[in-house]
């Protein structure tokens, strides 16, 4: 398979930055909800389950980054 072009990695580097950036705010967001919500509830079982999709997300823009970064190197 051909390399793709480093104008276009860089692009792609660029981009996966701004997801993590968001994503970020994002996961901080969502911490404060739940932090706000009462221990116990449904409210904060899904809110958790939110948060820790957040944190799966960023993961995945991380290892992306990551493979990106490897390829330019």
């Known amino acids: 398979m051909p390399k793709p ?6 692009v792609l580097l660029a ?3 701004q997801d993590l950036a968001e994503a970020e705010r994002r996961r901080d967001h969502q911490a404060r909800v739940v932090y706000d919500l009462r221990d116990g509830t449904d ?3 899904f809110a958790e389950k939110g948060l820790r999709e957040i944190e ?10 990551e493979l990106i970064e490897h390829i330019l190197a």
């Open 43 to 45: 409210a904060r079982v």
């Open 5 to 10: 072009s480093d104008a276009l990695l860089h």
């Open 15 to 17: 981009k996966a930055e």
């Open 56 to 65: 799966r997300t960023i993961g995945f823009i991380r290892a992306n980054r």
